[in-house]
């Protein structure tokens, strides 16, 4: 006899109880209903450039094209929805028809980046596939990849 016919066979409400017991713990695991802190929920810009990064590394293995423009970034939306929601609310810019590459001077040329990174610094896409965060001078530094 298994442990749990055991304890069923013992007193119908002391199974009931553990199963009531472990129902409310398993309810309680869940991190709580208390407010979030908008600083940690949901994702960030830098998460719609590693979406991008995931985007063109299919681009550089040949299973995806690059996108020219935000029509075509919008038909690969659902494949890369942080990505593109970034990209269409503005807070990350892509360079169109921009893809990874290697080479010497592929660690400063950027594909993507967040908005604000020119005036108040922010994460940049290089197009060696290095995510980074960069102060805006660091930024002026820095020149967009060409397509």
């Keep these: 006899m298994t442990s749990v016919s055991a304890a069923r066979s013992r007193s119908p409400w002391s199974f009931a109880a553990l199963v009531t017991a472990m129902a409310i713990a398993a309810a309680g695991c869940g991190g709580g209903g208390g407010p979030k802190d908008p600083a940690t929920a949901g994702p960030k810009p830098n998460d719609g450039l590693q979406d991008l990064k995931t985007l063109l590394d299919a681009v550089k293995s040949g299973q995806q094209k690059a996108p020219k423009s935000a029509a075509e970034m919008a038909a690969i939306e659902p ?39 020119a005036k108040e610094g922010g994460f940049v896409l290089l197009q060696d596939g290095t995510l980074r965060e960069v102060s805006a001078a660091e930024f002026g530094g820095l020149e967009k990849a060409k397509p």
């Design 79 to 117: 494949m890369f929805p942080a990505a593109g929601a970034f990209i269409q609310n503005g807070s990350i810019e892509y360079v169109w028809g921009t893809s990874l590459a290697s080479g010497p001077d592929a660690g400063k040329r950027m594909v993507g980046f967040e908005t604000k990174a």
